[in-house]
């Protein structure tokens, strides 16, 4: 409460309080009154109190978050993918550490059939590619769309590689279940898609769900909790670079989120360091970065020519590059402990 | 290209512009080379240059928006609004500045009736309301849905008010239309939800599409190149305060955007200080700024009763503060040779 | 305190916080304990809780500014500018806006002379010019030093200017005070410059201090409690804009905060549109923006031929539209009720 | 150029570009015609192109930084730290990574005494500690000053420790001297204090230039070329985090410059993960990113009793943590082919 607080403005804040079923406590202080809400404060908004007169300032005390929340699980969740089809699926979180590898986007039948043999020679057990992209421009290549689904299907199979791919659109669901999509991609500028987020909620598909471009770890938790409020659990972070004032990289991939997110939440954490970097060249670094700060596991760009990519061309690995940062990153999650 | 680059690496580049059908200017400085591609280098991309080696970096010099610059179409445009039930239209964009008010959502007729009463005595010729409210945690409320829309439409026909409102999801448009929605709201969340933008861009509704969190004025003008590719031009941008650093306020609102649109763009621009500031009592000196900066409207909120509104209670403004507010955003008007 | 907090562990809290001389209030949620201290705060800082066991979160309920405060001085105050010399002096704060025009850098006697001519003519009482100038690169000009000080001080005084210019070193106040320099400006980038605030709080001079790039609003208010807390009240904040991820423009003018200080602090607050936006034809639009929102001066830069100026030459106004900008500014003043 | 360019305004950029003694080369496209300067075009400024009529945008082509630039120094420098008393010095850069590890401030002979045979046992070379501390509150402990330097001075000879301090004022530069200081210290707030930076850059004492808290990499190469402007190329890059809009954390470690710094110039770069994150038990993940990023060393604060720290009591490890820390860091650095 502001310093000159009255007693009718402090029994108002605590009648509010009450009139929800919870218990109030007052604390005067020499300089400020502090009122705290006693009971399920999540059914209170900090900004129901914030026009009341006499109130300097209202915040929640407990999180938002449960579902999702390492509070109401403690042990960290193991996500398994792509058992659905009799093979025994691929876990991912818990000691083991995976690395999703393959192209930005999906081209042709040879490029991904050429592709997911790599992927798999280079020791990957998950692959992904795009078949809708989400292009700043109008007039540049949109993705395959669900013909890109099947040649994915396709050449990951023969690999017994499950397949990761984004959803930008509710309407397009059906068909990614049709594919039997093993991970379903939300991508950066779908995080705060609540109604996509409401439909992949419904489903028992596992999902990874990228951080948006300037998202709080807050805002990233909740929109979770909607995928998780829909009965779906299965759910995996992925930090991709947050937007910053620097003008040398795209983002700035945010190593610190890992710790924080391995905190808040039961859920496991990967990064995709080439959206992050945007360079080619930059990704081994933030690569070998993401896993040494903690990271459960990284979406990595490889293409088989990267000079000749629809898309993105300059973020890609080539095979080789992609086999050597295989092994360095082995080496790192020795050190700390983790199989991969 | 890098300061050590070979005539090799000068003749691949050179070559690879030629096989788009451009031609290739080469300009040998004492320490660097630069390749200017002549012809509509919106074929080309940096991303493919920068793989190639001794290519040091690349860059677009002409524009990637058409039909929404500024370049394409010199003079102000002007979008009719509501014209399409026999009234004669409420013009956006010109000379003319509109103010457009109403409570952040739909909560019942009764609040509605009264909102659009007070709207249209302010002197108010657009009102504002949402049905579909994308809310940060799924355990809040989150609109009253399509019941909402008509109970909108039935309260500012009355007073014969267009309304705005926000669309969330691609499948909610049918209803939109049914509904006869004159304005379509895209909100700061889905700026960049390419899939909603293609569709609104089939209709010829007005559309007013918010700036992104942190979206750049280059991606904002290339999402409103998305609807404009798809036939519909009729869009106005609306500024809503962008994420910073700062604690102390939800949003920083941009006002250098509007001079920089109006620069850039034919398409009008208006802004939104309630959520840009978050709090009711910052709303009047932003709204002032807003338009002394060459905004041609506003979106503000106004409650019949604040204290008790569903969402958002802290940023709306009474309805006396509103009035009060109208009648110093009218002086400004007419200072900088506006009418309002 | 964290959820499963042990009897012990708020002890030990409580104890430390009566080590101080303050005494504690517990109050036990449902979810989590709060434990608030009671007496001057301002002694203890969260970071010597935070290691404590079981401690979640600790926070400041009081302010950590004092003197610069509005809680502890309700009334606007009113700086009065360049009385020592017998003349009346300038108020700045208050009713009354003043503009500050002026160069960015002093170049020589005569484009001074000019300068300060056209200053008067359009309207203003104060002068700006830069002496000592910061500079990304050590390779351009570092302006003319102690010279121009003296060069200003003649131009000047002609018109009756009070001059306003940059101290970036601590060991040029002495030049400062020998030229009489009626208000010290602080830059952007010495804004957390400790030592240098501590020297300019023992001088009773009038002191601009500019926001750092990207300083919040709290850090801006303890770097003028550095200097207030020397004895030399006599500050007035200047926003320059902000640094964001936006390229499109420099900075981006925050008058979010014009509002804020307002409430937060009883000192003057001023804006400088040049710097803001970084280009001239922005300038009118931003400077009209700023006086909307409520801020009591300007900071505008003005050259007497601005392709011609050594420095920042793309944002400073040239005599004319300098003078046609101070006509719409006074219109503004008029509407909110104040003179300028 | 803007698209309706006239055959005057080419004539006169081109005629400007000659003034300068460079050569012009015209481009023209189908939409834009594009001029370039053929010499050093160092001596130009795209502030002093932008004004002129028909200009739409200008820039740099060669980068501004010219000794600290890898163009300028093809390989790795190696920084000798403390040889001057005899000893054999301490190598920085290169193959071999440092950690400089201590309290963030000096407190007391005892204190400090402890803290160097712990960081000595920890099998660090080098020793950090802070005697003049910035602090945002003039009202908390600024740090022992002079005093401290001696304090410090004894406790890390007995170790063979070289010390680490920060210098905030040019004018103590003479007692850093006398004190023998073997590392100064440019903090994060001074990076920009171009005064300071000249004045050490006279020395010929090894740097640790931090970066601004929302420094680009262009800005931060800028004020390293202060430095080695004035003749001390003894230059260390500290990354330490940057500020963005996450509130979780206290700043955001940016190891993406780790590798676009070992590009841009031939000069360390070092990280400290205790300032970026802000919490000791974030410090860990953070420290083991960056040296997996490829940084050649790490500034961490450790203290023998981080609860009684006077300073930022939650970001400082105890010494079993730092201990612990050096084992996997080394593990990590052998991955990589490197020694520590």
């Not at 993705?143 to 017994?160: Q, S, V």
């Not at 690569?287 to 040494?292: E, H």
Request: hydrophobic content about 40%; some cysteine.
């Amino acid at each position: 409460m502001n310093s000159g607080v009255t007693d009718e403005q402090v029994d108002a804040v605590v009648n509010k309080i009450r009139s929800f079923g919870l218990d109030a406590n007052i604390s005067r202080g020499t300089e400020r009154t502090v009122i705290g809400a006693i009971g399920d404060e999540r059914k209170l908004e900090p900004e129901m109190f914030d026009t009341l007169p006499g109130v300097e300032y209202s915040m929640h005390i407990v999180k938002q978050y449960k579902i999702v929340s390492r509070e109401s699980h403690k042990h960290d969740s193991v996500i398994n993918i792509g058992g659905a089809r009799g093979a025994p699926g691929v876990a991912l979180g818990g000691n083991q550490i995976q690395v999703i590898g393959g192209p930005c986007s999906v081209e042709t039948q040879e490029q991904m059939d050429l592709a997911a043999q790599q992927v798999a020679a280079a020791g990957c057990r998950l692959m992904r590619g795009g078949a809708f992209k989400p292009r700043t421009s109008p007039y540049t290549f949109q993705g395959k769309g669900e013909e890109g689904l099947a040649i994915f299907r396709k050449a990951a199979d023969k690999y017994n590689l499950p397949i990761v791919t984004e959803l930008m659109d509710a309407r397009m669901l059906d068909a990614f279940l049709e594919h039997d999509v093993d991970v379903i991609q939300i991508g950066t500028r779908s995080m705060q898609n609540f109604e996509l987020l409401k439909e992949v909620g419904r489903t028992n598909k596992p999902v990874i769900l990228k951080r948006g471009m300037s998202a709080t770890i807050s805002e990233w938790l909740m929109a979770a909790e909607y995928i998780a409020a829909g009965g779906n659990h299965n759910i995996i972070f992925c930090e991709r670079g947050i937007r910053s004032f620097e003008t040398a990289y795209r983002n700035v991939m945010d190593v610190t989120c890992i710790p924080v997110l391995k905190k808040e939440t039961h859920l496991p954490v990967i990064v995709d360091p080439s959206h992050a970097g945007g360079k080619a060249w930059m990704v081994p670094a933030l690569a070998r970065a993401a896993i040494a700060a903690g990271a459960d596991g990284l979406l990595v760009e490889m293409h088989p020519n990267p000079c000749e990519a629809w898309c993105d061309a300059d973020q890609a690995l080539n095979p080789q590059e992609f086999k050597d940062l295989m092994g360095s990153l082995k080496g790192i999650a020795q050190v700390i402990g983790r199989s991969m």
